[in-house]
DNA sequence: TTCAACCGTTCAGATAACCGAATGACGTTG
DNA sequence: CAACGTCATTCGGTTATCTGAACGGTTGAA
């Protein structure tokens, strides 16, 4: 009966409540990078505020939130900046992406990232870019559809149409004018991209910046790609083939290393 | 009576259980870049088995922790990566930082942190590497006990005697043979760091390394701290008096920014 | 000043999580 | 091949959290 009622909520039966509340917290004030007050949260979760303060209570404590000098405003505490390298640090692919990446800055004077699929959306776990080292950490832990990216595309192409399909969160979004929304148009370009061994993005996620990436072997890392982009100016057709091939070399390249280790 | 026997066990009354074991999991699975199975994690937590499935579960499910191939060793998820950044960025000194950081970095060659004080620790807020092949290890989010280092040396040496007694876990940690455990001796580096407006660490986390630090004023960052770090082969006398100047630039330049933001 | 609208906080009943022991499924060792 | 070690997992009774409404504090407007 219970359970049934649970589900009915869309609820799995064995959840705990309060840690998957604790977890939709952290989700909530990382992805905003926001300020909020405990009523705004309670309502944006849809949890009592009641409830919410006890656990907001605990995390304070254990400093995983900060609460600000008028104690009414929460964000994120010192702990939270612990588990982001400590992933990319127990992460073979994060791990030995680093030299590879480096590589294909300096060769192509570009944009470089590495990024997993998630669900339906794509992750950066590193980036090089051409100039600002400061903003590197930065987009690392960012996510973006992954229909909308070259490098979501990379790594969807790897799967046939009805895999995708039942992969993507349906209708798709849209993120600027050229986002490719149409079912027929997405498998049509996945299509394209498994033929010629690289994905490409044009404005779809960013207007004004075009992308091309290359999924690493379905061996080691599955679900990852690296990219390179730039903005259109620097970006005609002819350098998008270029690129395309040195991203396509590092990709190859990381993906040695990893079988490698594989056997170790 | 209940709130007497959950005190007698080192608990506040109002903390909510299952909300604590999720952030100890999170620290558990972070601090070590380990991969744990569900009985080392609640062995080492002091948390019955089947308590601890329930929620590991639930953290598995939204992607905060990932099971390997053989289903048996817990490592962190995807969703670790978003908390790290989203602090950073939310944060107003680490934003200014970077230009200072990169500044410092050029002007000295060696590797450049920003620290900031939690409890007894310090923890690393960024990092600019050292452009030699030999250089120190580190990590953003890593924790050193902060009488260990330059960093939590220049922080404590803003606090008198009585305060920094009560701020420390007496006795003091020793991490290599030059770790200052000797309670007079660090409150006499400590007065003389105040007295020059620097701080230094002599080998005294990790053998071999030398590191200088200045404070930020107490204005904004009441907390952080700017440093430089090199082997004692690059670290004479004479250079960390050179590198002091520098630092303490920096340190006033940064603190210059927060001020002005803080106005405006 | 007074009111209203927010904020965080408290409390006792309803409800869900917690716990220890028992179970099944492996992989390893004798 | 069998016995053992380790592993995750299940289950019902006990115990804790969760909840909604009411409280006291602060801020800004009338």
Redesign the pocket.
Known sequence: M?SV??AARGRK???????A?VLEVLELLGTEGAR???????SAMA???????????TMEARRWVDLDA?????SLGLKALLTGTAYLEGDDVASLAGPVLDALAEETGESVHLGRLDGTDVVYLAKRESRHALRMYSAVGRRLPAHATALGKAMLSQYDAAEVQRRLDWPLARLTPDTVTDPDELIRQLAEARLQGWAMDDGENSVDIRCVAVALGTGHGAGDAISCSAPKSRMDDARVREIAGAVTEAAHALGTLLKRLGQH
């Open positions: 219970e009622a649970a039966p064995d959840e705990v409540k309060s840690a509340r909020l007050s405990l009523a705004e949260m309670a949890v009592p505020k009641s409830s919410l303060h006890a656990i907001l209570r008028s104690g009414t405003r929460y």
